[in-house]
């Protein structure tokens, strides 16, 4: 199985900093790896797929980098719907697997 | 509008079994792969299982196969999860989804216990 490596866990930042999100995995997945988010009370909801694609509706102050092992997904110029907890996934290979997380919470 | 509705859940005796539905409208259901993910409490998301558009593949996670089975009516829009021999482990909220993750259900919460 493909072994994703989500970091950091926990992300404490303030409206308007940018952050990151690294995503790891254990062998090359090309580029098949998304980024969601999830939030209380609503859907979770695709941001970036295919690596740095970004999903209609996702605003363009997020980015996503990054091909075979190392991912990353870039927030700019946070906004306060924003502070949510962020997925990757890779949908390189059966089994799927996401990794563990991130949540970003206000400073 | 894309909508995914489950339903189904509750709370289970360990063995025994339980069958999730998620009816899905706004779209052509037959047109895309579904799957199946979960999340147990306080953790993190976990991939399930997955059905082809047509029914003709299907592809699950170790500790479930054998066990779950996902089905779909593409004439009714309908995706399902048949869960047996249910274990304590499986207590979770059951997700549906579209194929490429860009639709997802508000989950249906799957309780374990005796």
């Known amino acids: 199985d493909v072994q994703m490596t989500q970091s950091p866990s926990y992300l404490a930042a303030s409206p308007g900093e940018s952050v990151s999100i690294s995503c790891k995995a254990s062998k090359s997945i090309n580029t098949y790896l998304a980024w969601y988010q999830e939030k209380p009370g609503k859907t979770n909801k695709l941001l970036i797929y295919?690596?740095?694609t970004l999903q209609s509706g996702t605003p363009s102050r997020f980015s996503g980098s990054g091909s075979g092992t190392d991912f990353t997904l870039t927030i700019r110029s946070l906004e306060p719907e924003d502070f949510a907890v962020y997925y990757c996934q890779q949908h390189n290979e059966y089994p799927l697997t996401f990794g563990s997380g991130t949540k970003l919470e206000i400073k | 509008e894309v909508q995914l509705v489950e339903s189904g859940g509750g709370l289970v005796q360990p063995g025994r079994s339980m069958k999730l539905s998620c009816a899905a409208s706004?779209?052509?259901?037959?047109?895309?792969?579904m799957a199946w993910v979960c999340q147990a409490p306080k953790k993190g998301l976990e991939w399930v299982a997955t059905?082809?558009?047509?029914?003709?593949?299907?592809y699950y996670r170790d500790s479930v196969k054998g066990r779950f089975t996902i089905s779909r009516d593409n004439a009714k829009s309908t995706l399902y999860l048949q869960m047996d021999s249910l274990r304590s482990e499986d207590t979770a909220t059951y997700y549906c989804a579209r194929g490429p993750g860009d639709a997802w259900g508000q989950g249906a919460s799957v309780t374990v216990s005796s």
């Open positions: 295919s690596g740095s």
């Open positions: 059905i082809s558009y047509d029914g003709s593949s299907t």
């Open positions: 706004g779209f052509t259901f037959n047109n895309y792969d």
